[in-house]
């Protein structure tokens, strides 16, 4: 069972910065994609920013510029860089990780972490 644990979240003020942690249990090299995800309440969940195996990376309009997703295969961890965070950035952050199966594909979630931008 692949778990997924978020870390450095909290509180943030507005054109500060953050970076965000996500240990994976396995190899990320396994996985076909790696994102980070932020739900606001009362807002759907939408994707942040996402990296694939090969390295493409693709980001939301609203924070392109500003956030940065890398990945370490050597520590299975994923990070978000969050650079100039604004208010509406505020949400919980889940870690995101998507398998290949057989005739489909799995998707595995962390428990998230709160970021509250706010001065």
């Known amino acids: 069972q692949v778990q997924l644990v978020e870390s450095g979240g909290g509180l943030v003020q507005p054109g500060g910065s953050l970076r965000l942690s996500c240990a994976a249990s396995?190899?990320?090299?396994?996985?076909?994609?790696l994102g980070w995800y932020r739900q606001a309440p009362g807002k759907q969940r939408e994707l942040v920013a996402g990296?694939?195996?090969?390295?493409?990376?693709n980001y939301v309009d609203s924070v392109k510029g500003r956030f940065a997703i890398s990945s370490d295969s050597g520590k299975n961890m994923v990070y978000l860089q969050m650079n100039s965070p604004k208010p509406e950035d505020t949400a919980v952050y889940y870690c995101?990780?998507?398998?290949?199966?057989?005739?489909?594909?799995?998707?595995?979630w962390g428990k998230g972490t709160q970021v509250t931008v706010s001065s």
């Open positions: 990296i694939t195996r090969g390295g493409s990376t």
């Open positions: 995101n990780a998507v398998r290949k199966l057989i005739v489909s594909t799995a998707n595995y």
């Open positions: 396995g190899s990320i090299s396994s996985f076909l994609s």
